[in-house]
């Protein structure tokens, strides 16, 4: 799964990355981006448009937001069946950016925080999907990260990790493309080796901490055979 991720940034990183994109000029960065917040994303309805969206998805068909946070993670394999899913996957899709993720890994007794960037440092591009839920003039804006099997590198900390697309041209046939079974072959697992990670403070544990120093790394790369 992916629960907590980091959006810290530059205005001219994400146009570097988008090109001709809409970004407001103080990006609101958080290094500790947990359910329910609002982070960033490009929806297939606004692809020129970096814009906020609840993170954890909320159909259009709920009673009410209760649930809000719950459907923080879309598994691969039930997205095109699973009711809360399948109408988003056909039509509403985005794009979560982010500068990386975190991932706890399980030990004797305790899990110790990972955070999982990308290589070459270029921003993280999740497959997601969205959806609007509506109460009279409320408008409720929500997403989901698509998850699948972990590659080489995610194995040793977790069973599951986002999908990443890390190609220009994954970004326009993920809002593009109309027929669900093309879709589904995109939501395959990354590559072995664009992603590094490395052990976090427990800090990162607690949505109230938020800051640069939760970056901070606190003992070498995991090891590949840890």
């Known amino acids: 799964m992916c629960g ?3 959006f810290s940034t530059s205005k001219n990183k994400v ?6 994109i809409e970004v407001e ?14 982070s960033y994303v490009i929806t297939d309805e606004s692809p020129h448009q970096l814009q906020q969206l609840h993170w954890g998805l909320v159909p259009h068909w709920s009673k009410d937001k209760k649930n809000a946070g719950r459907l923080i993670n879309a598994r691969m394999e039930t997205i095109a069946t ?23 890994k399980r030990g004797a007794g305790n899990k110790t925080p990972y955070r999982i960037l990308r290589t070459n ?10 959806d609007t839920w509506t109460d009279g003039a409320e408008q ?8 699948t099997p972990p590659n080489v590198e995610m194995a040793s900390v977790h069973d599951r990790m986002p999908v990443i697309f890390y190609d220009a041209s994954q970004y326009q046939e993920w809002f593009e493309e109309t ?5 589904q072959q995109m939501l395959i697992t990354p590559p072995n080796g664009i992603l590094e990670m490395y052990s976090v403070s427990t800090q990162i544990n607690s949505v109230r901490n938020n800051g640069p ?12 055979f840890d």
Request: proline residues 6%; aromatic residues 14%.
């Open 4 to 6: 907590r991720f980091s």
């Open 121 to 130: 440092r270029e921003l993280l591009v999740m497959a997601g999907i969205w």
């Open 25 to 38: 000029d103080n990006l609101q960065l958080s290094f500790n981006v947990a359910p329910t917040q609002r």
């Open 179 to 183: 027929n669900t079974e093309k879709l």
């Open 82 to 104: 699973k009711p809360s899913f399948r109408m988003p996957f056909k039509r509403k899709r985005c794009l979560a950016v982010a500068d990386s993720f975190y991932e706890w």
């Open 213 to 224: 120093h939760l970056h901070n790394k606190i003992s070498p790369p995991l090891s590949l």
């Open 140 to 147: 409720y804006h929500s997403f989901s990260i698509v998850t």
């Open 15 to 20: 146009q570097e990355q988008f090109g001709a």
